[in-house]
């Protein structure tokens, strides 16, 4: 079993980021990062992403406030980063605390500096396969592990175990962009196993630590783990129990170490192509 | 094998449009029809459409312009209908003449209006599932011809042939919302029989006439046709060879006569909510 290792993936990913840094002619863009809050997943994304967007010498500016703040001085202070012209890109940390109205957030995002897809302009572009769509930077991610290590999309049977808005659906309609035929299922998909165990390529993207083992997989098959998980121990894990994969999967990504490394790259990817499209560079 | 006829549907849906007439107490919600060109099948969906209004005291305004207006000139009337505040939903036949910039419209229809769920904002409602959304009212019939006729589509193993804005994509969010599995094909499906076959409710909206036969559905399956084409002796057919499949489907909707027909019930009800958001009637 290959394991794909989202540090190769980075570092075809990162060729492209440096042209589109060049062309941008010493204009160095700025992201956005806001939290609300003091969640270590969010915290330790913040982290990853910083140092990530710093060894491209973009720009990060840290907004951060406390999980009480109230709605409408969120609102505000969101509108305020929104509309800076300084701003080329915004990473919301999500999910908002619940005091929070994140779908007025969500409708009033400008979708130029949308660059993580989450407002209605963008979900709408990814649904109709537009080109210009910034999709979720993690269902993005999984689209290039595949693409940057030659795998085939076209006509193969792909299977996204989760829902979510953030991967499980926009994956699918990336997937139909690639021509794949696309299965979605969930917690209340009736045989899993059996669903599972027919795709090509199977991605995990339910969050539940070790859901998915070999008895879900196919012979020959790719998988994708996309899960972040913590396990009994305290350790991170992914969806799927990968060392049980050997000798079934083709191919298999680690976590960590695999998706989850390549979603900062695409998320600095969207910043860069943000940026040209504000200075009108094609 | 049953046929699940949509007059027996859109009997169903009239009661819950009686209703909401009854709350707009005297109110008649306007409907404006925006057609370009002079296409058959636009003004015959056009006609069908306005008959039911009518049925329901609800007021058609027709706007019909020629073919080759220009897309200036388009975009103007368009916005003029869009403000208009006695016009409570609109329904723009489609697709629109390549002359005119179809995005730039979807773009800027009230997502109040938008009850054809064309537009970002109920796109991407729909995909996330909200209740609020009016999704485009044929995915929405095929959902109210299975819940109507008491079909159960949790844990369902649910394939699509088609993943087009209408039909495919959209219908795909909805059976996700009822928790079925959802599969996706289309042209691209390697060995589409048997993907087809393994269906527990297979719907067709390819847009090819007779494209699916027994060959493509399970035992006991539901078989939905939202195909409307002309066959080679000039007659409306589906995608379905509907008398291919009896000993074998459970139930199958005809064609003219099933899905096609409940489309402007659903259209009707979407309007009736939407006079009833904007006078604030719950």
Same mark, same amino acid.
């Given at each position: 079993?290959?394991?794909?290792?989202?540090?190769?993936?980075?570092? /075809?990913?990162?060729?492209?980021?440096?042209?589109?840094?060049? %062309?941008?002619?010493?204009?160095?863009?700025?992201? &956005?990062?806001?939290?609300?809050?003091?969640?270590? !997943?969010?915290?330790?994304?913040? /982290?990853?992403?910083? /140092? %990530?967007?710093?060894?491209?010498?973009?720009?990060?500016?840290?907004?951060?406030?406390?999980?009480?703040?109230?709605?409408?001085?969120?609102?505000?202070?969101?509108?305020?980063?929104?509309?800076?012209?300084?701003?080329?890109?915004? #990473?919301?940390?999500?999910?908002?605390?619940?005091?929070?109205?994140?779908?007025?957030?969500?409708?009033?995002?400008?979708? !130029?500096?949308?660059?993580?897809?989450?407002?209605?302009?963008?979900?709408?572009?990814?649904?109709?396969?537009?080109?210009? &769509?910034?999709?979720?930077?993690?269902?993005?991610? =999984?689209?290039?592990?595949? $693409?940057?290590?030659?795998?085939?999309?076209?006509?193969?049977?792909?299977?996204?175990?989760?829902?979510?808005?953030?991967?499980? /659906?926009?994956?699918?309609?990336?997937?139909?962009?690639?021509?794949?035929?696309?299965?979605?299922?969930?917690?209340?998909?009736? !045989?899993?196993?059996?669903?599972?165990?027919? &795709?090509?390529?199977?991605?995990?993207?339910?969050?539940?630590?070790?859901? #998915?083992?070999?008895?879900?997989?196919?012979?020959?098959?790719?998988?994708?783990?996309?899960?972040?998980?913590?396990?009994?121990?305290? $350790?991170?894990?992914?969806?799927? !129990?990968?060392?049980?994969?050997?000798? =079934?999967?083709?191919?298999?990504?680690?976590?960590?170490?695999?998706?989850?490394?390549?979603?900062?790259?695409?998320? &600095? $990817?969207?910043?860069?192509?943000?940026?040209?499209?504000? #200075?009108?560079?094609?």
């Amino acid at each position: 079993m290959i394991l794909l290792k989202g540090a190769a993936v980075s570092a /075809k990913i990162k060729i492209e980021i440096e042209d589109f840094i060049k %062309k941008l002619n010493g204009f160095l863009p700025t992201l &956005a990062i806001i939290r609300v809050g003091e969640n270590p !997943d969010d915290i330790s994304y913040e /982290k990853g992403a910083t /140092k %990530k967007m710093l060894g491209f010498d973009i720009i990060v500016k840290h907004y951060t406030f406390s999980k009480d703040i109230s709605n409408h001085d969120f609102l505000i202070e969101f509108e305020k980063i929104n509309k800076d012209t300084a701003i080329d890109g915004i #990473l919301l940390l999500r999910p908002l605390p619940k005091t929070i109205d994140e779908k007025a957030i969500e409708r009033m995002i400008d979708p !130029d500096k949308d660059i993580d897809g989450i407002g209605p302009v963008n979900i709408a572009k990814v649904f109709s396969g537009e080109v210009s &769509a910034y999709a979720p930077c993690t269902a993005e991610a =999984v689209i290039e592990v595949l $693409k940057l290590n030659d795998i085939e999309l076209k006509g193969k049977a792909v299977t996204i175990v989760g829902r979510s808005m953030v991967v499980g /659906k926009p994956l699918a309609m990336l997937m139909l962009k690639e021509d794949a035929t696309v299965t979605i299922c969930h917690t209340k998909t009736v !045989d899993i196993k059996h669903v599972c165990k027919r &795709a090509d390529i199977l991605v995990a993207a339910a969050g539940r630590a070790h859901m #998915l083992d070999v008895e879900y997989v196919g012979q020959d098959a790719v998988v994708i783990d996309v899960g972040i998980n913590v396990d009994k121990d305290g $350790k991170l894990c992914g969806d799927v !129990d990968t060392l049980s994969l050997e000798g =079934v999967a083709s191919m298999a990504t680690p976590v960590p170490g695999g998706v989850g490394s390549v979603t900062t790259s695409v998320l &600095a $990817k969207h910043l860069c192509m943000a940026a040209l499209k504000k #200075l009108d560079i094609k």
